[in-house]
């Protein structure tokens, strides 16, 4: 059964940054899409951001310019590297396969905590 675990959150003040990461178990990453979706208390789980096997990114409006995905196919890891982060980032992180192809279960995400 693939494993996703996310890590990396934590509180940091608006402004500042965090490098999310996620590991899967397995060579699961290798051709597919994949993506970090968050969501906040209230709301919607939402994507944020999306990165090819060919290394194309996409990414929200809200985090664009902000935002950085990236992967390591070699390590099964995908990353999300976050600046000038803002009170609306806070949500909690996951990583799953991107739009276009058939999610595995949801890891226990990573909390992101942006203070004013």
């Known amino acids: 059964q693939v494993q996703l675990v996310e890590s990396g959150g934590g509180l940091v003040q608006a402004g500042g940054s965090l490098r999310l990461s996620c590991a899967a178990s397995?060579?699961?990453?290798?051709?597919?899409?994949m993506g970090w979706y968050r969501q906040a208390p209230g709301k919607q789980r939402e994507l944020v951001a999306s990165?090819?096997?060919?290394?194309?990114?996409n990414y929200a409006d809200s985090v664009k310019g902000r935002f950085t995905i990236s992967r390591d196919n070699a390590k099964n890891t995908v990353y999300l590297q976050m600046s000038s982060l803002k009170p609306e980032d806070t949500a909690v992180y996951y990583c799953n396969a991107g739009p276009g192809y058939a999610r595995w279960s949801w890891g226990q995400g990573t909390q992101v905590t942006v203070s004013s």
């Open positions: 990165i090819t096997s060919y290394i194309s990114t």
């Open positions: 397995g060579s699961i990453f290798s051709g597919k899409t």
